[in-house]
């Protein structure tokens, strides 16, 4: 396994082609923009290490039998899943924010089970290259990027059907050792930081979309991959000198769009070609562990509800009723969250690869109640916080003389409390509920790993509904 | 065995002086825990294990701590200190140690223990068992000095 240090480095080796605000990246690991989401990839590399994180953090490889970080691991049980829940609570909590690695680890999951069906109906050997390419990664305990997403254009149209044809990524050439694809991907998670990029098609395909069904894995700097950095409100804080104002003083995320301008993948990399009938399955499969791992957002409102409570404290409200009892409502709706990814992770199943995958029906009521419960933390959050955490100057305004004495003066709080650390907690609230951290905690939670639609298309299809009704049928005496 | 308690154990196996000393400063490395009273601890066990008493080699294993109820790493530097010159902590995989004190951060207590049937186990959910363990180090190291 990799220090936090060699994880570093070996990002410092990579040639990575990556545009902000309309100019070229020269030195990535090191831009003061980018650098907070390198600090939180960093992370899981330090708490693998450690001792007291080591159970959740790292587990024994099914291919290799060495220790792995589990963020590349393929689920072998269901304590496994319940694992990565765990995991994914503790690094939401250790970084409040979005540590990047898990659509990656969700990735590679799914296509250890699609790769193995397809093989199995079409006597294909993508399993085994699967199983090649996973043991490079266990080894070099890499970062993978999981490219799910594509532009999509037009959402009336199917792929095929698209006035440009690289709204959605696609095959255009075939070779003797490969392919060639184009197209792009949106709102990639941590691309920046990755190693590798897996691409999956984004939705179920027909017959006429077969060139879209393409799944395969490149080395993050292979030519014709191109990075346009996404921006976050507050993200130019970064580049002031004092750290108060970005609230989070270490730790923030990233995403961007990843555009592949006629990439050539070689054979032993493509995990599925043009077999359209597996594409929903691997859409499936890794939107249900996605949706799993926004356990994330359990740790990221542990950090919340901690500053919601730290905030009242403060002010000196934390013994008036309603405020312990908007912190019970937050603890309620944080742990409901958490109820639900242990659930899908408890009930989980193997399948005929031998991969172990969550109950999807549970995995995606727990996503639906993610696109619901942040955003009322939040809303309690800043209730408790008050007007301050919007309205208070900047911290040149603390250390300028002028200005310094009246913001002491005029914003003492609890007076055993210094004012600057009445601010520090109040930007943190701001960070995660509008600024950088809230793309990961707020719109991330509606939208990533689908919006909330699409769970509730899966609720419809997975809620045995047949069963619900012989029940009350046989209640109400009906024999039909 | 109990969920928080112990299985009786093997007896207490002498190690030589100077591979407790190594074992110590590896551990103190390890950890990059440089404090005083972790290095007192460590001295005071060389000259404790020099003057001839046996010290117990008890392998750590903390579960994950996803949502600990307690800080688990404070306990073990308290047991380390409480404990001083009576007992060696080791990584929970290494060859020499006699027992597993496994550190749980609640009662779920989820640390994958299958590894360690071949050991006795002693698990802490709580702060309040800390005090067991040590009574049981202590008795365990007496019953094995007037054997
Ligand atoms: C912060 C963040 C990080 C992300 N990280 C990743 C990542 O790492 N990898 C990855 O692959 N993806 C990632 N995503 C992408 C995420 O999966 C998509 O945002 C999600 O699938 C929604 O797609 P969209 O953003 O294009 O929204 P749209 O598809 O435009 O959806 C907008 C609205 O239109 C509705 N809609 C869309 N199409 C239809 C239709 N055909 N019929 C009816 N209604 C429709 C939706 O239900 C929704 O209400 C991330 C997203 C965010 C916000
Ligand atoms: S949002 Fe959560 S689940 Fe997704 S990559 Fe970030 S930390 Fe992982």
Redesign the interface.
Known sequence: MMTPQQYEESLRKLNLEVYMFGKRVQNVVDDPIIRPSMNAVAKTYEMAQR???????TVKSHVTGKRINRFTHIHQNV?DL??KS??G??MG?ATGCCFQRCVGMDALNALSIVTFDIDKAKGADYYKRFIKYLTYVQENDLVCDGAMTDPKGNRGLAPHQQADPDLFLHVVEERKDGIVVRGAKAHQTGAVNSHEIIVMPTIAMRAEDKDYAVSFALPADTKGIIYIMGRQSCDTRKLEEGLLDRGNAVFGGHEALVVFDNVFVPWERVFMYKEYEFAGSLVENFASYHRQSYACKVGVG?VLIGAAQTAAEYNGAEKASHVKDKIIEMNHLNETLYCGCISCASEGHREPSGTYVVDKLLANVHKQNVTRFPYEISRLAQDIAGGLMVTMPAEDDFKAPATGKWLEKYYAGNCDVPTLNRMRILRLIENLTLGTAAVGYLTESMHGAGSPQAQRIMIARLANLGEKKKAAKTLAGIDE | MSKSGFKTSPCTQYLCPAKILILEIFHIFL?LKFSLSAILGAIEGFITTFKGNRQLVVG????????PNYD??ALVAYLRQRLAGQIVFV?YDQPEAEMILA?EGCPTA???LASFEHLPVFIIKRPSEAEEFIMYVENRLNEQSAE
């Open positions: 001792p007291e994180y080591e159970d959740i953090m304590d319940v694992k765990k995991m609570r503790l909590r542990d | 950890r750590l294993k903390y579960c994950g701590g996803c949502n688990r790493v990584r550190v989820c640390a994958d």
